[in-house]
């Protein structure tokens, strides 16, 4: 890497407080309407295809990698990808992010990329809660109070479940296909066939035989699952096989299997947790100002935005994203995603 010279770091620090500036103009002229018309630049998805050298650290049960983008003392973003994606999923994001003077954390979930448990004493657990506490406990380690927190699939149940719980971390929500927050009780009840036909392979896991192909099968498996879910998305080989990479993890097999599983109370949670998943299983509502995307492609299960919106009480924003934009929205659709970020941080 080429070293940076004085002169350069001045006219970086000058350029990241003009663009703070810019955006801090742009907030107080709109005003009640928040930051909505400070445009981030448009970005053709797939402009980035990797992130600065990964970091890592211990937090909580964990060792965790991330990604980090933007200046050390921006206002933080955390982002969180879902299965079976990973960091990737924000790569054009996090540099649209990090333009506008944000702090941009993008962690590896457990069970996934160079994320690690430093004991192999503890249960490979997926429940939701575990997970949500895998975020406090990464922002406990790198001294982060409060932060924007943004995702889709997983990584929206998890900012949901901060926000819901820990409303003080929290400052403000982005979740992709809108009020994810599980109920086991809720699961016990069967769908119509439709709806059971989308979620196929949680049946599928929930057998061992299930569970020995995921297993030999992984690579091909979640490539299929990609194209299930964003029918209308050409993405390449070189794209998927980025990820990919991440389901080499030595428990993402079981992450990914435990959580299913959990949530049809086909296996158990930690006690510790017990408390917490009660509080959930409640349908909490959320009262920091958020937003909801969702595409016009989504190929995977998704309520109407009306059957959720009552579940958040703060200011409110739903947007549907037209263009044959699926499940993996933040990757398909960065620059629309980037700018929820900087919309709700302005509400």
Request: hydrophobic share 45%; glycine share 8%.
């Amino acid at each position: 890497m080429q070293s940076i010279g004085h002169s350069e770091q001045i006219d970086d620090s000058r350029r990241r407080l003009l663009t703070r500036a810019a955006l801090a103009l742009a907030a107080g002229e709109l005003g009640a309407i928040g930051s909505a018309n400070a445009a981030l630049p448009a970005i053709k998805p797939g402009t980035n295809t990797s992130f600065a050298p990964l970091k890592q650290i211990d937090a909580g049960v964990l060792n965790v990698g991330y990604a980090e983008a933007g200046p050390a003392d921006g206002p933080p973003v955390i982002l969180l990808h879902g299965w079976p994606y990973d960091i990737h999923s924000f790569v054009d994001v996090a540099p649209l992010l990090a333009s506008a003077g944000y702090r941009v954390i993008v962690p590896y979930l457990r069970g996934y990329g160079t994320t690690r448990f430093l004991s192999a004493s503890t249960l490979r657990n997926g429940e939701q809660a575990a997970v949500a506490l895998d975020i406090i406990a990464l922002m406990d380690a790198l001294n982060i109070k409060r932060a924007v927190i943004g995702g889709f699939d997983w990584g929206a149940r998890t900012a949901a479940v901060i926000a819901a719980l820990w409303p003080d971390r929290c400052k403000a929500l982005v979740s992709v296909s809108g009020y994810l927050i599980g109920s086991r009780k809720a699961a016990k009840t069967p769908f119509p066939p439709a709806a059971e036909h989308a979620f196929w392979y949680q049946c599928y896991f929930a057998t061992d035989y299930g569970r020995a192909g995921y297993a030999k099968y992984t690579h091909d498996f979640n490539k299929m699952t990609w194209q299930l879910s964003s029918p209308k998305w050409n993405f390449d080989d070189a794209t998927f096989e980025r990820t990919a990479a991440s389901f080499d993890n030595p428990d993402n097999v079981d992450i990914v299997v435990h959580n299913y599983r959990w949530r049809l109370s086909l296996a158990e949670g930690e006690a510790k947790y017990e408390d917490l998943e009660q509080k959930l299983a409640e349908g909490p509502k959320i009262a920091v100002p958020t937003i909801t995307l969702e595409g016009d492609a989504n190929g995977a299960l998704h309520l109407d935005p009306s059957l959720y919106a009552g579940k958040f009480t703060g200011k409110y924003a739903n947007r549907i994203l037209t263009g044959g934009i699926g499940h993996n929205l933040p990757q398909e659709a960065p620059q629309a995603f980037a700018q929820a970020i900087v919309d709700v941080d302005g509400f």
